[in-house]
């Protein structure tokens, strides 16, 4: 049984409160993904990749500054939405529409089903532990609520904890020891401790903003946690004691997930819905996983 240790952080400051002095740039310009662009992953290359490059249910490339191709076309008409690789290359996508996480051999780049689940609502964005164990988020956006699902090694799920607000982003911290779940509508974020086996347990408040809403999360190697702030245009840094360190301005304002990435793992890119774009921030922390 998980204990439910409820507790509100310091700071509960509204975005727009705070000094904006940190600013995005362009890296993919307007309208080369579709609006929905999602799910940005660099791979051990330093390619970054991301969902609906040019029309829907592709996987796109991008190789540098304004250069993307379409790396792949999703079968069986599913669109995908978060993705992440394991530390042997392998892609996994949350596919929303057939209630699946796929994964792509990034040799013979075969798409397969890696886990289903009729039960699953939609999988929407994924987290994932050193060891290959996967979290998916499965927000029912109809009714304000959602389910958080452990995708283990093997491909079968379990679902971890139903009946929760809109559960949408979802990472992993860097010792592998803390998993964060959002709920965009209730603007809240939780964090779990976590086992080697991804079994959670002792449940408490991270965070709660006062405005806008929120989707994917990705953590650097000092354990902060950089959260797309959907409708506010930023990405909230938060540390790991879930203070607000800093916030990072876009040019858009409707930023769906963050990803590390760049030559020395400080360059996030930001996905951006409305703009079916990515920006760019080059960051003085390297992201999770980098030297």
């Known amino acids: 049984m998980q204990k439910h240790s409820l507790f509100l952080p310091l700071l509960l400051l509204s975005t727009t409160t705070l000094a904006q002095n940190h600013h995005s740039t362009d890296w993919m310009p307007d309208n080369s993904f579709t609006q929905g662009v999602e799910g940005p992953a660099v791979d051990k290359n330093g390619n970054l990749f991301a969902v609906n490059f040019s029309k829907e249910g592709t996987i796109g490339k991008v190789t540098d500054n304004n250069k993307a191709e379409i790396y792949l076309s999703l079968p069986n008409g599913s669109v995908g ?70 995708i283990n090694a093997d491909g079968s799920n379990t679902l971890l904890e139903a009946n929760m607000g809109t559960t949408n982003g979802v990472e992993v911290s860097p010792d592998n020891k803390t998993l964060y779940v959002n709920e965009s509508v209730q603007r809240t974020i939780w964090r779990y401790t976590l086992d080697a086996k991804g079994n959670i347990q ?27 702030r959907y409708g506010a245009g930023v990405i909230a840094v938060l540390s790991p004691k879930g203070n607000l360190i800093k916030t990072i301005q876009l040019t858009g304002q409707h930023p769906t997930n963050v990803a590390f990435g760049g030559k020395d793992g400080k360059q996030l890119f930001i996905t951006m819905q409305k703009r079916g774009a990515i920006e760019t921030y080059h960051n003085n922390i390297a992201g999770r996983n980098y030297p």
């Open 202 to 228: 002792d449940k408490s408040l991270f965070y709660q903003f006062k405005d806008h809403g929120m989707d994917g999360m990705r953590t650097d190697n000092a354990g902060n946690l950089y959260v797309a």
């Open 81 to 150: 939405n978060g993705i992440r690789f394991d530390q042997q290359g392998n892609m996994y996508i949350a596919d929303y529409v057939n209630h699946n996480v796929l994964s792509v051999d990034p040799t013979s780049k075969i798409v397969s089903v890696f886990s289903h689940n009729d039960q699953m609502n939609q999988p929407n964005d994924i987290a994932i532990m050193d060891n290959g164990i996967l979290f998916a988020s499965d927000p029912n956006w109809s009714n304000n609520s959602g389910n958080l699902w452990r």
